[in-house]
């Protein structure tokens, strides 16, 4: 490949990269709701995957037997690809996932939503 192609190309990735941009997120192992337990990080993406554009946030419950509750745990803040929705990670921890695409560090850990939700059992009116 001769200067000029690299050249061309160089400038072609440059102006992909201005036009699809790049998203940073921060990052943090383990936020126990009112501080990262380690120091908080940022990690970037870029934007080209249409499920890779958004940070990462992870809530994790685990499961109270006596009460029937799901209490919070911890938060995990990333960069990994996304994709929302709740899963159960072993037999009493909950993973509730959320996604972020509008501004960059969108996953901030001091305007997550109330983490605590109250549980309504099926025999009781959710009303």
Do not use: A
């Not at 993406?45 to 109270?64: E, G, L, P």
């Not at 996604?99 to 983490?115: G, V």
């Amino acid at each position: 490949m001769d200067l000029r192609m690299f050249q061309l190309l160089l400038g072609i990735f440059t102006v992909f990269l201005m036009h699809e941009g790049i998203r940073f997120c921060n990052k943090c192992d383990h936020y126990d709701g009112f501080k990262c337990m380690k120091t908080m990080k940022s990690c970037w993406k870029i934007n080209t995957m249409r499920k890779n554009r958004s940070c990462r946030t992870d809530h994790f419950y685990f499961s109270d037997r006596l009460t029937g509750r799901y209490l919070y745990r911890h938060t995990k803040l990333s960069c990994e690809p996304c994709e929302e929705g709740m899963s159960q990670v072993f037999h009493d921890l909950l993973r509730e996932t959320f996604c972020c695409t509008y501004n960059d560090r969108c996953n901030n850990p001091d305007e997550i939503s109330d983490t605590t939700k109250e549980y309504v059992s099926l025999d009781h009116d959710r009303h």
